[in-house]
């Protein structure tokens, strides 16, 4: 029903930037909200940031501040802007989304996730 692809992880320095693309691609009825999850090793997935479909936005007390979701409602995608990045960022990126299907029900999809490693 709907696939999404994230894109932009990849290796930073601490202080640097990086801006992660999810691509979100099938057919539903409408997409409510999307966001980005990360897990780093020997933690939980824990919510980054999250965007509905009217723009308001929520984000993780440790991101606040340094992170940006956005959306281009246009190409069905979602980016997170991620600035002044700190070691403790580094974990894999995944993108989420809350779907109403065709037949109205709610439906949660996840990406594959994206490698982000911030070194010291």
């Known amino acids: 029903q709907l696939q999404l692809v994230e894109s932009g992880g990849g290796l930073v320095q601490a202080g640097g930037s990086l801006r992660l693309s999810c691509a979100a691609s099938?057919?539903?009825?409408?997409?409510?909200?999307m966001a980005w999850y990360r897990q780093a090793p020997g933690k939980q997935r824990e919510l980054v940031a999250a965007i509905n479909s009217g723009g308001t936005t929520n984000y993780a007390d440790s991101v606040k501040g340094r992170f940006t979701i956005s959306r281009d409602n246009a190409k069905n995608t979602v980016y997170l802007q991620m600035n002044s990045l700190k070691p403790e960022d580094t974990a894999v990126y995944y993108c989420?989304?809350?779907?109403?299907?065709?037949?109205?029900?709610?439906?949660?999809?996840w990406g594959q996730g994206t490698q982000v490693t911030v070194s010291p």
């Open positions: 989420n989304a809350d779907a109403l299907t065709l037949i109205r029900d709610t439906h949660t999809f």
């Open positions: 099938g057919v539903v009825y409408r997409i409510n909200a």
